[in-house]
């Protein structure tokens, strides 16, 4: 009996570690590939991106940004450009996100993070998103999404921004890489 124990036990640990060593990106590939739909969208800045409400310069009116929700959906007023994805482009997408980066450019911090562009994620009626600035290449996501920005770093950025300019969604785009 303690062999069939010295036997599973090894097994055991290792079938564990491997549940608990999924990664933040996996799991946002699958989302993505699972999803009742994606949409992708760029818009305006919004609140939840501003520690508090900008001055104008050389005047004292403060300028007050949307929301990015409304209750428990995006804010349809943030929206400038909205494109659906087909299944194909979903695949796609998700190819991107799952692109391995070189463990050398991990410890990048954004610098500005204004997003202007999101992948929303919709499964039964419930939204995932990800939030994205392509100025200084930060993100954020929905609390059920455990991607950061050192799952998304460099040629990532660039195959991103190309694919969110070739579903027509140039908004605040800049048009280097």
């Not at 009742?36 to 609140?47: A, G, K, M, Y």
């Not at 100025?135 to 998304?152: A, P, Y």
């Amino acid at each position: 009996m303690s062999n069939h124990f010295i036997f599973i036990f090894p097994l055991l640990f290792v079938h564990t570690f491997c549940a608990l060593g999924q990664t933040g990106i996996d799991e946002a590939a699958h989302r993505i590939t699972t999803a009742d739909s994606v949409i992708l969208i760029s818009h305006v800045v919004t609140n939840e991106n501003h520690d508090k409400p900008e001055a104008i310069p050389n005047d004292t009116t403060s300028i007050s940004f949307p929301s990015f929700f409304s209750g428990d959906d995006i804010n349809p007023a943030i929206i400038v450009q909205r494109q659906l994805l087909s299944k194909s482009n979903i695949a796609a997408l998700a190819k991107i996100i799952r692109k391995p980066i070189p463990k050398s450019n991990i410890g990048y911090v954004p610098l500005c993070f204004e997003p202007h562009h999101s992948i929303l994620i919709y499964n039964k009626g419930r939204l995932s998103y990800i939030d994205i600035c392509f100025h200084c290449n930060g993100l954020v996501t929905s609390s059920d999404l455990n991607l950061n920005n050192t799952d998304f770093k460099n040629g990532k950025w660039k195959d991103m921004k190309v694919y969110f300019l070739r579903h027509g969604l140039t908004y605040e785009m800049e048009d280097k890489f």
